[in-house]
């Protein structure tokens, strides 16, 4: 066994992006379907640490206890970034996002229980490859899987949950990027930084964000992110027993919200270069490091019928979005960006759809909009329909009463 510390960790997971981003600039197949560096990176490393523990019997441990801190830091950076006057001229693009969510959800669970009722499984594994851990995550997965084990009594649940999960992050990731651009190329969409191409100037790269106009600045910005931790990790306390469960990032989000909103009112600004810097940089590392700690042996030990469930989820999702979501979100830029936002939470997490949209962004010119519906849509609107929805199937006597 390799453990690896803190330190050791980080520095794998800077250079793992680093070996990203040249993989995604220099192949061609890569940048053009804006896939984005974590996932490159990080399934190259896990490719990598399967084959040292399969043939040469050294595992390799991470240490990425730091990722939960990393997630909330990057949704306080999006609330630091977050203009509402935009968000207001984005209403109806919000509405439009959740009447395409609501009948996602549950079609995406029909299609689980239909794979499960062609490879004879039990239903309940189809809700397993459907919301529960496509869209739930993780966490929704390993409460759900619990509850499986102990009263339905499925064997090995939780670690096709975990698997299902982690699968879903990757496919999320591959998908959104080449729905957008399929779509930008068939319905002739461009950004701004397309348009400054065609008209010849020098468009800059977004990927290389601008510096902070002074260290005071950039001191002053790096602090706004850990204000929004600390204050929505209490607010999260103060609610906890609450009828309806909020999740910790979301708190963060709104406390940057409210700091960029009703600050400038009092006379704070922050400089959005550097925090957009800084929310980059904490969703890059907690993107590298899930793709990393995946375990592909569990992969390839649990594959078959759930490797075929997930395959026919990734067809579904890609086609919900490009002829459902696009059309419903008036088929310009902003709705191409938001489609691939859409396969990223839908198959993933919000993180990964936010990841979606800034590769998709650096390449072809911002897309304000997205930024603020996606993440509230993803990180709690999704949540409540999804228990909603994820409860009334499984009270029905075929799926859950079996």
Same mark, same amino acid.
């Given at each position: 066994?390799?453990?690896?510390?803190?330190?050791?960790?980080?520095?794998?997971?800077?250079?793992?992006?680093?070996?990203?981003?040249?993989?995604?600039?220099?192949?061609?197949?890569?940048?053009?379907?804006?896939?984005?560096?974590?996932?490159?990176?990080?399934? %190259?490393?896990?490719?990598?640490?399967?084959?040292?523990?399969?043939?040469?019997?050294?595992?390799?441990?991470?240490?990425?206890?730091?990722k939960p801190t990393?997630?909330?830091?990057?949704?306080?950076?999006?609330?630091?970034?977050?203009?509402?006057k935009l968000l207001?001229?984005?209403?109806?693009?919000?509405?439009?996002?959740? %009447?395409?969510?609501?009948?996602?959800?549950?079609?995406?669970?029909?299609?689980?229980?239909?794979?499960?009722?062609?490879?004879?499984?039990?239903?309940?594994?189809?809700?397993?490859?459907?919301?529960?851990?496509?869209?739930?995550?993780?966490?929704?997965?390993?409460?759900?899987?619990?509850?499986?084990?102990?009263?339905?009594?499925?064997?090995?649940?939780?670690?096709?949950?975990?698997?299902?999960?982690?699968?879903?992050?990757?496919?999320?990731?591959?998908?959104?990027?080449?729905?957008?651009?399929? %779509?930008?190329?068939?319905?002739?969409?461009?950004?701004?930084?397309?348009?400054?191409?065609?008209?010849?100037?020098?468009?800059?790269?977004?990927?290389?964000?601008?510096?902070?106009?002074?260290?005071?600045?950039?001191?002053?910005?790096?602090?706004?992110?850990?204000?929004?931790?600390?204050?929505?990790?209490?607010?999260?306390?103060?609610?906890?027993?609450?009828?309806?469960?909020?999740?910790?990032? %979301?708190?963060?989000?709104?406390?940057?919200?409210?700091?960029?909103?009703?600050?400038?009112?009092?006379?704070?600004?922050?400089?959005?270069?550097?925090?957009?810097?800084?929310?980059?940089?904490?969703?890059?590392?907690?993107?590298?490091?899930?793709?990393?700690?995946?375990?592909?042996?569990?992969?390839?030990?649990?594959?078959?019928?759930?490797?075929?469930?997930?395959?026919?989820?990734?067809?579904?999702?890609?086609?919900?979005?490009?002829?459902?979501?696009?059309?419903?979100?008036?088929?310009?830029?902003?709705?191409?960006?938001?489609?691939?936002?859409?396969?990223?939470?839908?198959?993933g997490a919000t993180?990964?759809?936010?990841?979606?949209?800034?590769?998709?962004?650096?390449?072809?010119?911002?897309?304000?909009?997205?930024?603020?519906?996606?993440?509230?849509?993803?990180?709690?609107?999704?949540?409540?329909?999804?228990?909603?929805?994820?409860?009334?199937?499984?009270?029905?006597?075929?799926?859950?009463?079996?």
């Amino acid at each position: 066994m390799i453990s690896l510390s803190p330190v050791q960790s980080l520095l794998a997971c800077c250079l793992v992006l680093a070996i990203g981003r040249v993989l995604t600039s220099r192949i061609g197949v890569l940048g053009r379907y804006s896939i984005p560096d974590p996932i490159v990176g990080g399934l %190259l490393f896990a490719i990598g640490a399967y084959a040292l523990s399969t043939w040469g019997g050294h595992a390799i441990s991470l240490e990425t206890s730091i990722k939960p801190t990393l997630l909330l830091l990057f949704f306080g950076c999006i609330g630091l970034t977050a203009n509402l006057k935009l968000l207001a001229k984005g209403g109806p693009r919000l509405i439009a996002f959740l %009447l395409a969510l609501v009948p996602f959800l549950v079609l995406q669970n029909l299609v689980g229980l239909g794979m499960a009722w062609l490879l004879d499984m039990h239903p309940l594994m189809g809700l397993l490859g459907g919301t529960i851990t496509l869209v739930g995550g993780h966490g929704t997965g390993a409460a759900y899987a619990s509850r499986f084990a102990d009263v339905n009594n499925i064997q090995d649940v939780m670690a096709l949950a975990m698997t299902a999960a982690t699968m879903g992050l990757v496919l999320g990731g591959v998908v959104g990027g080449p729905v957008a651009e399929w %779509l930008m190329r068939r319905h002739k969409l461009a950004g701004s930084l397309d348009r400054q191409a065609e008209a010849g100037h020098a468009a800059p790269d977004l990927g290389e964000a601008q510096p902070p106009s002074s260290a005071a600045s950039f001191i002053t910005s790096m602090t706004a992110p850990f204000i929004c931790l600390v204050a929505g990790g209490y607010l999260a306390t103060l609610v906890e027993g609450a009828p309806v469960s909020l999740p910790n990032f %979301l708190w963060c989000l709104a406390t940057g919200v409210l700091i960029r909103n009703g600050g400038e009112r009092l006379g704070l600004k922050l400089d959005d270069r550097a925090t957009e810097i800084i929310g980059t940089i904490a969703l890059s590392l907690f993107l590298a490091m899930t793709m990393m700690a995946l375990d592909l042996s569990s992969v390839a030990r649990l594959a078959g019928p759930l490797a075929l469930i997930l395959a026919v989820q990734m067809l579904f999702c890609a086609l919900y979005s490009a002829l459902v979501v696009f059309r419903l979100l008036k088929r310009d830029y902003e709705a191409a960006i938001m489609s691939a936002a859409f396969c990223g939470f839908s198959l993933g997490a919000t993180a990964t759809a936010i990841a979606n949209m800034q590769a998709l962004t650096r390449r072809h010119g911002p897309a304000p909009q997205s930024f603020i519906v996606v993440p509230v849509t993803g990180a709690f609107l999704v949540d409540i329909l999804n228990v909603i929805v994820l409860t009334s199937l499984i009270s029905l006597p075929f799926v859950g009463g079996i």
